[in-house]
């Protein structure tokens, strides 16, 4: 094949169609698998599909900025820029040592992938909601492990999210897969060149191809460097979300409280509460503020459990 050599506008501009429409195919697929009350994720197609043809650049691009997309409207996306990132630079790798080119290999890919998306979310889950479960479509499988297995919150929620991202992950690979073999050959080279990802060539005829490359040892130095900024800013990002989310629960969850409390007021006569106190249920007028108390707590209880389970 000829040697194809686009003006740099060119290049720019395919390079940004690729990285935008990786960024569609995280977008939307898990939009969809939220209107339709689907219990998988399917953020990450784009993600594993960009790194499998351009390698690691694009892939953390769309990665990340599908997480700061989605961020305005729900700010703890935020808190697991970091897990998009790695399944970005993870995609890449495998690509380059055959993974995707057998079963076993895929099977690899789609246990590490669950194991970021599953296990290393579930440990920023747990912490990002006060050692309690989170709020995802794991949630109530969680408390079903929790109730009936009788794990700790950490373990059920950590066995849901895996089992979870299994699926989703298998989804995602499946469907990458799929899109990968479905390009052109010859556009799939154009990509490699602009990206300068060369995943089918051996280690010694990469170099060959930087060296001939008067541009390749530049941009390669400029993808370590943004690969680096990008996790920086997926750390901070994480932090970030961490702080944030956790402000606006406590913030939510003390206006519950002083509503409970205001009501307690009213209903409560203050005058009756050392009596309430020392005969308890034997005090008059006690048995009827009791019914009117469970009554008012599984009213205001329902805010926090639509805040626990979604």
Known sequence: MKEWKPAGHKRFFIAFT???LAFLLNFIPSKIAIALDMPVFLDSIGTIFAGMVGGNLPAVIAGFC????NGISDVTTFYYGVISILIGCMSAIFERNGFFKSIRGVIVVILV??????GLGSILTYFLYGYDFGTGISAPFALAIYNYLGFSKFFSQLFADIIIDVFDKSIAVACSILLYRMI??????????IFLFFPDTDAEYRKEL????????????????????EIFLGSVATITGFILYREVSIEKF???AQGVTKAASVVIDSDKLEDFLEKGRDAEGYAEIEKISIRSRKVFRRPCISMSIK
Not at 113 to 118: E, V
Not at 185 to 193: A, H
């Open 184 to 193: 052109n050959e010859k556009y799939k080279k154009k990509l490699e060149f």
């Open 254 to 256: 003390t206006e519950i």
């Open 18 to 20: 690729f990285i935008f």
């Open 66 to 69: 599908g997480n700061a997309i």
């Open 113 to 118: 992938f669950s194991l970021l998306g599953g």
């Open 210 to 229: 930087y060296r001939h490359n008067i541009r390749g040892s530049l941009i390669k130095k400029v993808v370590v460097m943004v690969i680096i900024a």
